[in-house]
């Protein structure tokens, strides 16, 4: 039974969606949502989240809608590139996004037209799956605080754990047995209030992400009961390729 009632319309996508989806998380995963009533209940705002498994869009969406809101992400284009699985996600109004790439203002000015109308977009700051060898929240990209600074909308961070266990990073079959428990914890709306009238320079956009990493990251540190390390992981300083699998070789 939803925590907060559902609000939007669903449309057709997510008639379609919720009925699958839904029942099969319920079957192989238990669930601790934490302080999910602090994501507004109306009103164009970024939720923000870890990212450490492929499963995540599912499991989020699976927290929002429990708490009244439907997602709208902002994905990598490939996913796109289907005739059938890109037409039903634009249908569902998610946002494709080509990473490393200038194209990538198109899918911010999507992110931030969605904000101003009301709908609640979902960010993984890391913009991939963290590359840290222990899973903690590595740097972030710039996404998430430039559409808030932009817009001015909330941004609610959200530390999970437990994705990693039901979908391990890079494979393919997921661990159905023994259940999994997906952890997750909303905090309070980073304070970004002193940013939005200075200067939209690279020192403002990257004071605004680091307040969101952190936020994040103390979240996820609750969760596992660890200190995070005391200097995020960052792939552009340690080689590691920043999109795809990392343990693979990259073609010519």
């Not at 998610?94 to 899918?107: D, K, M, T, Y």
């Amino acid at each position: 039974m939803p925590v907060r009632k559902l609000q939007q319309k669903r449309g057709w996508t997510f008639n379609v969606a919720v009925p699958i989806v839904k029942p099969t998380l319920l079957a192989v995963t238990d669930r601790e949502w934490v302080d999910g009533e602090k994501i507004p209940a109306t009103g164009g705002c970024i939720v923000a989240f870890n990212h450490i498994s492929h499963v995540d869009p599912l499991l989020s969406a699976h927290f929002l809608y429990d708490h009244g809101r439907l997602p709208r992400y902002l994905a990598k284009s490939g996913l796109f590139k289907n005739r059938f699985l890109g037409g039903f996600l634009r249908s569902a109004g998610q946002i494709p996004v080509e990473r490393l790439s200038r194209n990538a203002v198109g899918a911010f000015d999507a992110a931030v037209e969605a904000v101003r109308a009301g709908e609640c977009v979902v960010v993984y700051p890391e913009g991939t799956l963290t590359r840290d060898p222990a899973l903690w929240p590595m740097t972030g990209k710039s996404g998430a605080a430039r559409i808030a600074l932009e817009t001015g909308c909330p941004v609610i961070p959200v530390g999970q754990w437990g994705a990693q266990e039901l979908l391990p990073p890079y494979t393919a079959k997921p661990r159905l047995f023994p259940r999994t428990t997906i952890r997750m914890r909303a905090g309070d709306p980073v304070d970004l209030s002193d940013l939005l009238t200075a200067p939209r320079n690279t020192a403002t956009i990257n004071a605004a992400t680091d307040r969101i990493m952190d936020a994040i990251t103390g979240l996820v540190a609750g969760l596992r009961g660890e200190e995070p390390p005391a200097e995020r992981y960052d792939p552009r300083t340690s080689g590691v390729r920043q999109t795809g699998n990392p343990h693979k070789k990259e073609r010519p």
